[in-house]
Nanobody, 115 residues
Framework: QVQLVESGGGLVQAGGSLRLSCTAS????????MGWFRQAPGKQRGLVAT???????NYVDSVKGRFTISRDNAKSTVYLQMNSLKPEDTAVYYC?????????WGQGTQVTVSS
């Protein structure tokens, strides 16, 4: 099993920045990618960004150019730097680990962007 602990959410004004962190523990050797997903009220959870063990990153179109995913393998930690935040970025953000499928999730951290 893999355990994921997120931190870094909060309240920020539009145009501001936040950095989310997610530290993995447990069977981390079996992880082939890490990702961030988000779920806004009344909406389905959706992908924000992913990064493979090799460092290849992918983003949903709505955050390209504003968000950056990165990882520190020595710390088993993945980050999501969020800049130029918009009210529509408001959601609970979840860290996830892929071990063939996205089956390991963190508890979620709230990000609220005020206009």
């Amino acid at each position: 099993q893999v355990q994921l602990v997120e931190s870094g959410g909060g309240l920020v004004q539009a145009g501001g920045s936040l950095r989310l962190s997610c530290t993995a523990s447990g069977s981390i050797f079996s992880i082939d990618a890490m990702g961030w997903f988000r779920q806004a009220p009344g909406k389905q959870r959706g992908l924000v960004a992913t990064i493979t063990n090799g460092g290849s990153a992918n983003y949903v179109d709505s955050v390209k150019g504003r968000f950056t995913i990165s990882r520190d393998n020595a710390k088993s930690t993945v980050y999501l730097q969020m800049n130029s935040l918009k009210p529509e970025d408001t959601a609970v953000y979840y860290c996830a680990a892929r071990r063939g499928s996205w089956g390991n999730w963190g508890q979620g951290t709230q990000v609220t962007v005020s206009s």
